[in-house]
């Protein structure tokens, strides 16, 4: 029988760039000294999980992922872009209706979070492109091995 609902890189996604977001709005709007160790410690933690939902893909299998996280980044920073620097009446037109801190700033967090996970994808990418990647051999091992 198929299971229904969702597979577990899943839920761990969606937990891991929330976890991001939370961490990016923590660091944006609170000014106590510890804010900058919690933001990165829940920004590091999010971004683990979305990383590891994609542990066992290939580099070409990543750089489809790194590119849909780029595409997704640019389409969250169009409405924040839009909502904080209007260059234009049209534009300050549009972006009156995101007008508003608690607005700006979950704009702020979303944008910021799936950008970091755009990097981190690309990190990873880069990193399995170069033959660092779990499953793999080490670069050491390919060289020893080439006789």
């Known amino acids: 029988m198929p299971r229904t609902?969702?597979?577990p890189p899943v839920p761990r996604l969606v937990?891991?760039?929330a976890?991001?977001?939370v961490g990016v709005a923590g660091n944006a709007a609170f000014d106590a000294p510890?804010?900058?160790v919690l933001a990165l410690v829940l920004i590091a933690l999010g971004v683990a999980g979305v990383t590891s939902t994609a542990r066992e893909h290939g580099p070409a299998r990543l750089r489809t992922d790194a590119k849909?996280?780029?595409l997704l980044a640019l389409a969250a920073f169009v409405p924040y872009g839009l909502a904080t620097a209007p260059d234009s009446e049209s534009a300050a037109a549009v972006g009156d209706a995101f007008a508003g801190p608690v607005v700006g700033l979950a704009l702020e967090a979303v944008a910021g979070a799936i950008v970091l996970c755009a990097v981190s994808m690309t990190v990873l990418?880069?990193?399995a492109r170069?033959?660092?990647h779990p499953g793999r051999?080490?670069?050491e091992e390919r060289i020893l091995t080439d006789d």
């Open 125 to 127: 990418y880069g990193l």
């Open 137 to 139: 051999p080490t670069p």
């Open 130 to 132: 170069y033959g660092v």
């Open 19 to 21: 976890l991001v977001a």
């Open 5 to 7: 609902g969702l597979s």
């Open 34 to 36: 510890l804010r900058t």
């Open 15 to 17: 937990g891991g760039v």
């Open 68 to 70: 849909r996280w780029w």
